[in-house]
Nanobody
Framework: VQLQASGGGLVEPGGSLRLSCATT????????IAWFRQAPGREREWVSC????????TYPDNVKGRFTMSRDNAKHTVYLQLNSLEPEDTAIYYC?????????????????WGQGTLVTVSS
């Protein structure tokens, strides 16, 4: 499995970005894809997940309503729409995948990682 994240950049507070994660190599439909982020000096933090078998999405409370995960099965790509961005959202954002029937929230539970894309929220 390979994942490639893209779409990061510099955005002003209150702005929006859409991140993409292109995927290849899955050999089973029973997997989940998650987005994590890591700010300087902080632990990697889960921000969203989608369960492939039914498209069910989950989010932590601190991004719910601002971040939306979606997918395009034909393109084998998942997206993370970031709205109402705050300086505290500044981080490297990673997509990750695992052959698990349900979404999980800890980085150690994911076997496959993309390279990360930097999101900077600043005026």
């Amino acid at each position: 499995v390979q994942l490639q994240a893209s779409g990061g950049g510099l955005v002003e507070p209150g702005g929006s970005l859409r991140l993409s994660c292109a995927t290849t190599g899955f050999t089973s439909p029973f997997y989940s894809i998650a987005w994590f982020r890591q700010a300087p000096g902080r632990e990697r933090e889960w921000v969203s997940c989608i369960r492939n078998r039914d498209g069910r999405r989950t989010y932590p409370d601190n991004v719910k309503g601002r971040f939306t995960m979606s997918r395009d099965n034909a393109k084998h790509t998942v997206y993370l729409q970031l709205n109402s961005l705050e300086p505290e959202d500044t981080a490297i954002y990673y997509c990750a995948a695992d052959y698990a029937p349900t979404c999980r929230t800890r980085p150690l539970e994911y076997d496959y990682w993309g390279q990360g894309t930097l999101v900077t929220v600043s005026s």
